[in-house]
DNA sequence: ATCAAGATTACCT
DNA sequence: GGTAATCTTGATA
């Protein structure tokens, strides 16, 4: 299902491009975490771009500290923080070092070890069949389903362990944007993408 | 030391 | 559609 020969691993210069530019072009490439005993990988399909410099809904629009040290990487890392004194939610650092922007994957198509992913998510078997699309349907879903948690901060996505593969672009007319969920600052800011009728959407 | 807010979710009506 | 739950973090003193 996921050829590597074919399907290669995002590389460094993919992540190092302006925020808005690597969400979109995130959509459809598949997220796969190879740190557990099993494979887990998801199709992207919904994001949102926070960018530092910009917009003060961002973490780190105030400038770096313990929490947010990861966005002033260079692009290509893993930025995993907690909130709401239950969740994870995941990003993937983009543009140049100490600029301060990510992308937030706010849902999946779940591809490779779904089962696992309801073990993670649930703790038990499905209820019904359309749960499976309450599976990873939200940025704490996500994370809860792949096992994402404040460990997994920091990695590099260009090596072998949490990495994004390569898959062909989505046609723009599959593109649907909006303003971002769950915010209070920059609320008008339309910068949160999704692909178009897929039914794991957050929303 | 204290406090308010939060890139959410589940559960209720 | 509305809201309680829950606790880490960052800001302020």
Redesign the pocket.
Known sequence: MINTAQSPVLPRKFYIRPVLTVAKDLLGKVIVNKMGSNILAGRIIEV?A?D?KV?K????Y??K?????V?FNEGGYF?V???????F?C?VVTGKQNHGS???I??IEPLLGINKMITN??GRELKSEKEIY?LT????????AFGFT?VHSGLDLTNRSVFIVNQPRLKKSMIGISK??????SVSLPWRFFEIGNMYL?R
């Not at 500290?65 to 040290?69: F, V």
């Not at 923080?81 to 969740?87: E, K, L, N, S, V």
């Not at 349907?137 to 809860?144: H, I, L, N, Y």
């Open positions: 949102e926070y530092g917009d809904a961002s973490h780190s105030n400038g500290t313990k929490r947010n040290e966005m930025y923080y907690f909130t709401y004194g239950a969740y939610c990003n990510a992308v937030l706010r849902a998510r649930f309450n349907s939200g940025p704490g879903k996500v994370c809860k404040k971002r969920i769950g915010i209070t600052k957050s």
